[in-house]
Each structure stands twice: as structure tokens, then as C-alpha cells.
């Protein structure tokens, strides 16, 4: 074929594995179908051909599809790849997915050329492809596993460059400390990163753990402090958002940041434990008691958080930042207002983070 297009199915291969079995595919490992369907179109096409998928975002971004992407950049020329979120609006009506159309030339000496992630309100639809811009990617360096990043042009891979000479986040983690930052995997326009625990109770008063708040342990209450302020900036937010699936904060991305913080002038340090304090008590302050049945738990009433009240504190978080990493005005202006429409817009409806337990 000169030309395969498609929307395969996105279906578990362990779900439809008792029906029928794939044997000899190098994409076995991925484990869904779609990933057995483009490797099929492969071999179905002849020399400088094309394909052109719609697929989960999981294809640029998840380590569990390494081979799939080995798979396309050991075949194609060209590979052009545009992601998109769900919300505000979404590819697929009704769809809760987020979607890459991947695109590739067959070929050699594969060519990346890159969408950023791409938010948009429903009365953008009409100009949604016509305004595409696509980038050829110059970054050598892989910060995250294998992920392709999502990019919109070259100062974000001046970012990258100026960020990826620290050391990641996880140098600074041990297995146990008391030294604790919490997080819910929860996400949407903001990320939550707390020294506290968020408050759940039952119609007794009495209070609940919350079962999906993960912990990370550092190596010192210094660190700790610094590091919630690094996490929670619009800086972080970027970066997972490049890098990840955009479904869930993942350990992986919070390691990897790149944030060498032995090496962060005690001033800059400081400062960031000032305003990392500062944004703990602007949560609490501003946060709201949500009220839910749960059928496992009751009626549960719990804290939930708007950290898009809270824009000034976290804008002031990546000016300290942009001094540690060297950012130009340019650069710092990018971050701060790093999709800012669709974070701060009224249409969002709030980030209400606190119905996860």
C-alpha cells in the first residue's frame, strides 16, 4: 500500500487474549492492539510510503511502549506526531481519551518534527488543524525514559537545555524519612504537592486517610521545603505535561526533574522554602470542604484545593527558579504563562482535586 490511515482499537491485549493470540509481533510487549495494528501496517507498506494513525498519547509518551516507537523510528523518514487533551475539549465527543495523530514516511534515519500538547476551548474547533505548528526536534537529550516530548517551537528545547544539566529530583529521595512531601496523582490544569496531609472525615468527625495520596522522602526538611515549592510551580507543571501521558502525576516525571538542588544558591534555596510555606498556608486558606457518598466510606467530607487562586504565589516560585536555571525573560514569561488561557479561564470550572481518597 502506498497509504494506511486509521483509528485502531485501543483495547488491552490481556482482555482479548483468551479469543485470539498475536504471535511474532515486536510490539507484543506493549500490550494493546493498537500498537499491533500500526506494526502491521508496517509491513503492509511499500517504499516511501505513508501512514497516518489516530492513537492514545500513550505512543509519545508511556515507557510501556518503547518498542512501538523503536519500531517507527528504526522504519520511517519522517515522523510527525500532534497531541491533544481531552479537556477543555476533546478529539472524540464523549471520548475521555487523550489522542496523538502519529503520521510517518517510511524510510530511514527517522526526522522528528513535534506538536506541543494542544488545549483548546470548544469554539476553537473549526481552526483546531489549521492553526497546527509542528517543529523538527533538535533536542538530543532524553530527560524522561523514552518519551517524545511535545514541543511548540525551539524556546522550549532552549528550556530543556538550560534545565537538563542538573541532576534529577530523585537524588535527593530516600526510601524512608520524616522529611515527607505528599501528592495525589490526580490531575488536571494544576499539580498538588503538600507538607500536610489533606483533611477527610466521616459524618462521625472522624478522620480518614486518604488511600491514593502518594509520599515522596528527602533527605532533608531544607530540600523538603524547596522541593515543594519546585514541584507545584508552572515550570514542573510543563515539564510533566511534555513528558507524560497527561492522565496521572507519575513518580517517574517527579524523579526526573531536573533540579540540582545542592548546587541552588542558599539565597535562591531559602526563598523557595519561603514561598513553598507560603503556598501551603494559601491552599489551606482557600480551600473548600467538599461533601460526597461514597458507598465504600459514607457521606465523607474532604478538603479540596484551588491552586489557581494561588497563581501569584506559584508565579513567584518560577522567578526564583529562573534565576537558578538562568532563564531570560523570554524564557520565564513562557513558563508563567504556559497555557494560562486554559488554566486560569472560567470555562475550567475550578481544579477541585479533593474527591480522589
Not at 488491552?12 to 483468551?18: A, C, G, L, R, T
Not at 475521555?96 to 506538536?115: D, N, P
Request: aromatic share 12%.
Amino acid at each position: 500500500f502506498d497509504v494506511i490511515i486509521g483509528n485502531p482499537p485501543y483495547v488491552e491485549y490481556s482482555k482479548v487474549k483468551q479469543t485470539y493470540t498475536v504471535k511474532h509481533y515486536s510490539t507484543e510487549n506493549c500490550n494493546d492492539l493498537y500498537a499491533f495494528v500500526m506494526e502491521r501496517s508496517l509491513q503492509l507498506l511499500g517504499k516511501a510510503s505513508h501512514i497516518g494513525m489516530i492513537v492514545p498519547v500513550s505512543i509519545v509518551s508511556t515507557d510501556g511502549f518503547d518498542t512501538l516507537r523503536s519500531v517507527f523510528l528504526d522504519s520511517s523518514q519522517v515522523i510527525w506526531a500532534s497531541s491533544y487533551a481531552e479537556r477543555p475539549s476533546k478529539l472524540f465527543t464523549g471520548v475521555e481519551k487523550r489522542l496523538t495523530i502519529w503520521i510517518a514516511k517510511v524510510g530511514k534515519a527517522a526526522e522528528l518534527v513535534l506538536s506541543k500538547y494542544r488545549r483548546w476551548l470548544s469554539d476553537e474547533r473549526d481552526n483546531l488543524f489549521h492553526n497546527l505548528v509542528y517543529t523538527v526536534s533538535t533536542t538530543p537529550k532524553r530527560l524522561v525514559g523514552t518519551s517524545i516530548i511535545k514541543l511548540s517551537g525551539p524556546i522550549e528545547e532552549r528550556i530543556l537545555e538550560r534545565i537538563g544539566s542538573n541532576k534529577s529530583l530523585s537524588n535527593y529521595l530516600l526510601r524512608d524519612s520524616k522529611h515527607i512531601v505528599y501528592y495525589t496523582r490526580k490531575l488536571r490544569y494544576f499539580v498538588q504537592f503538600f507538607d500536610f496531609v489533606p483533611r477527610i472525615t466521616n459524618n462521625s468527625g472522624q478522620v480518614i486517610p486518604p488511600s491514593e495520596l502518594k509520599e515522596l522522602a528527602f533527605t532533608s526538611s531544607e530540600y523538603q521545603e524547596a522541593a515543594i515549592a519546585a514541584l507545584n510551580s508552572n515550570l514542573y507543571f510543563w515539564f510533566m505535561t511534555i513528558h507524560s501521558d497527561v492522565r496521572n502525576v507519575n513518580k517517574r516525571e517527579i524523579e526526573a526533574f531536573p533540579v540540582t538542588l545542592d548546587k541552588v544558591n542558599p539565597s535562591i534555596l531559602r526563598e523557595l522554602g519561603d514561598l513553598g510555606r507560603d503556598l501551603m498556608r494559601d491552599f489551606s486558606e482557600k480551600s473548600r470542604i467538599l461533601t460526597s457518598n461514597y458507598r465504600k466510606y459514607g457521606i465523607l467530607h474532604i478538603q479540596s484545593f484551588q491552586p489557581r487562586l494561588s497563581k501569584s504565589i506559584i508565579d513567584e516560585i518560577d522567578r526564583a527558579l529562573a534565576r537558578h536555571y538562568g532563564f531570560n525573560d523570554e524564557e520565564l514569561d513562557f513558563i508563567i504563562n504556559y497555557d494560562i488561557k486554559y488554566r486560569m479561564g472560567d470555562e475550567l470550572g475550578g481544579d477541585d482535586e479533593g474527591e480522589e481518597i
